[in-house]
């Protein structure tokens, strides 16, 4: 729920006018080191994971969300419940950027909206960045994918993409190229920083493209979900082969449901398991069980469930249209490039070569620990905010 525009700047007037009083009476202002950070807005599940890297740098980081998709719940705070209630859903967000002005001096979000309401769809609201920027907070946005991509823009990297099968332009992605050019260029003229990786990339002109930020928690009680389990080399079973689609259409989920029936018809003895829906602990014990995992063969990039199956010891078939430029130490990255036409073949390959499977398994495993741990991130992280002057 969005408020009236002259209701929303009087709001935001007397949000800064207490910002800078109580600023002025405690003697904070002016330019001061970073000692709180939150990350708020749209539930991706890695924003959780990103706040915990950042604390590694000395910095006391949160996650925030106002609502959370059925795959996690696991923020720092939740405020789900109270949004429930209609009477406070338009209120809280302007009580909490209250709060977080007073609180916190870094801000991320991502391109989709911060702590108030977006304008529009995949918008995210100039006037609070204009606050923001104005009492001298740090603001980094980044992608995720379905908040900068455009149908001209994702039709002209060519076959295969995204838009060609796209059941219902305009739902799921911005999928408007002057509209989120135009958003993209007055957020990023507002802010400190944008971050994209991947074919993010081609969306956000000026984006810092070297982050890669969908670190997987491997330390303590989260890491023993992430406890890995390599394919056996000696299995005598069906391959068995595990795909989270969280919409079909973009990852290509028919051309994998294809390539299974090919490779039924040659003979080849084939488990297909689908988790959709499923919160990540348990999706987490699904893809244990694979002995191979099936991200996308259109988009162009992998998720982080293909992280997440890395972590877990399993090889990974994604498509990736550009390695060099889209992958960390692109090397040592041991996903298994495929498009829609190589699916079956592929699989038939790796279905007659367990200790492939196995190999695969120990690199990606390997893959994750040096270059998506928490540790890692973290690291590359201080080297962002010190490029955009934000140490």
């Keep these: 729920m969005t408020m009236p525009r002259l209701l929303q700047r009087i709001l935001l007037g007397a949000i800064e006018r207490t910002a800078r009083l109580l600023q002025a009476r405690s003697g904070r202002e002016g330019p001061r080191p970073v000692r709180r950070s939150l990350w708020a807005g749209t539930p991706i599940i890695n924003m959780a994971v990103n706040a915990r890297a ?30 429930r209630v209609p009477v406070l859903r338009a209120v809280v967000p302007y009580a909490v950027l209250l709060w977080a002005v007073l609180r ?9 909206r911060g702590l108030l309401p977006p304008e529009a769809r995949f918008t995210i609201d100039r006037a609070e960045l204009a606050l923001l920027r104005r009492l001298g907070k740090q603001v980094f946005l980044w992608a995720y994918g379905a908040d900068v991509r455009t149908t001209a823009a994702t039709r002209a990297l060519g076959e295969p993409n995204c838009c060609t099968a796209c059941p219902a332009p305009g739902s799921a992605c911005v999928c408007e190229d002057d509209r989120q050019q135009r958003a993209f260029g007055q957020a990023r003229a507002l802010v400190t920083a944008v971050f994209s990786m991947g074919d993010m990339t081609h969306y956000t ?31 005598d079973r069906p391959l068995r082969i595990v795909h989270a689609p969280n919409h079909r259409a973009f990852k290509g989920t028919e051309h994998l449901l294809a390539a299974v029936e090919r490779m039924k018809e040659a003979g080849c003895a084939v488990d297909l398991v689908l988790v959709e829906r499923v919160p990540n602990r348990e999706a987490l014990e699904l893809y244990r069980s694979a002995d191979v995992i099936f991200d996308q063969c259109l988009i162009g990039f992998h998720g982080y469930f293909a992280n997440e199956a890395m972590a877990l010891g399993k090889p990974v078939l994604c498509f990736i249209r550009d390695p060099e430029r889209y992958l ?18 592929t699989l038939l390959r790796l279905a007659g070569d367990r200790a492939l499977l196995h190999d695969l398994g120990r690199r990606g495993r390997a893959y994750i620990e040096r270059y998506h741990s928490p540790a890692a991130f973290a690291q590359r992280l201080a080297a962002a905010y010190a490029r955009a002057g934000a140490a």
Excluded: K, Q
């Design 54 to 83: 950042e604390r590694r740098l000395g910095v006391d980081a949160r996650s925030l969300v106002y609502e959370t998709y059925f795959v996690t719940r696991a923020f720092d705070i939740n405020l789900r419940p109270i949004m």
């Design 328 to 345: 960390l130490a692109p090397a040592e990255c041991p996903i298994v490039n495929i498009r829609p036409d190589t699916i079956a073949p």
């Design 104 to 112: 916190f001096d870094r801000f991320h979000f991502y391109l989709d």
């Design 205 to 235: 002109p000026g984006s810092m493209n070297d982050l890669y930020y969908w670190p997987v928690d491997l330390d303590a009680e989260e890491g023993a979900r992430y406890r890995p389990s390599f394919p056996d080399p000696a299995a």
